[in-house]
């Protein structure tokens, strides 16, 4: 079993729908990020949370640190939106190597 | 702010030679930085981690030899792949992290190798 588990893999949806990609994972954190990788492969981070919720346009993020749990929020989605959405975290207490998900592939049709 | 630049964008190259990537923090100074290598429809594998001034440490599997990392300073890393095969074609990413934020990295825009 991954530590890192995204849901869902990929995921198709139209102009203007809300869209959210879960995140779970098995080990203690220090933080977790959720990247997107667009299909030019360039990684952009969105956001790095130890905590609560991070809000950015129209990306959220929230973390349950308790449940080992993420989301990732797109709210009024646009096809400029289709990427690789992957969640990573760094384990343990000072983490320092990235483990990643598989990430979400998502589509977003106009 | 936080920008990292990698050269080249691709590059192609006949089987047996030398490849050299590099990696550039462009506005801060990166302590450390991670090579990543993925595959089609596959996510990112940490290759090795360099800090600056010292040797890299590579992940399990990797081999030193074949992956050459070299991080002279504090704003370049390169990864040379030495006598390049076909099975080493594949998209090699490149992050810094900046040592006053010890979880956050900054990601390249990766190069794309294709060996022939």
């Known amino acids: 079993k991954n530590e890192v588990e995204q849901s869902p893999q990929n995921l198709t949806a139209q102009e203007g729908e809300f869209i959210t990609i879960n995140c779970s994972y098995s080990?203690?954190?220090?933080?977790l990020h959720w990247l997107q990788q667009h299909p030019g492969g360039g990684i952009v981070s969105l956001f790095m949370?130890?905590?609560g919720k991070k809000k950015h346009g129209r990306l959220i993020a929230t973390i349950n640190i308790q449940e080992k749990h993420s989301s990732l929020h797109i709210t009024a989605s646009h096809p400029r939106d289709s990427a690789v959405y992957i969640c990573?975290?760094?384990?343990?207490?000072?983490?320092?190597?990235?483990?990643f998900g598989a990430g979400t592939i998502l589509r977003v049709k106009s | 702010g936080a920008v990292v630049s990698q050269h080249p964008s691709w590059v192609i190259c006949k089987s047996g030679t030398s490849v050299k990537i590099e990696c550039r923090s462009l506005?801060?100074?990166?302590?450390?930085m991670f090579w990543y290598r993925q595959f089609p429809k596959q996510s990112l594998m940490l290759m090795a981690t360099?800090?600056?001034?010292?040797?890299?440490?590579?992940e399990q599997g990797v081999e030193k030899d074949k992956f050459l990392i070299n991080h002279a300073s504090l704003t370049l890393s390169t990864l040379t792949v030495t006598s390049a095969h076909p099975e080493d074609s594949s998209f090699y990413i490149c992050?810094?992290?900046?040592?006053?934020?010890?979880?956050?990295?900054?990601f390249g825009p990766g190069t794309r190798l294709t060996v022939l």
């Open positions: 506005d801060f100074q990166a302590t450390t």
């Open positions: 949370l130890s905590s």
């Open positions: 992050s810094a992290r900046w040592f006053r934020s010890y979880n956050e990295q900054f």
């Open positions: 360099s800090n600056e001034g010292s040797k890299a440490t590579y």
């Open positions: 990573a975290v760094n384990p343990g207490e000072y983490g320092n190597k990235l483990v």
């Open positions: 080990v203690g954190i220090s933080a």
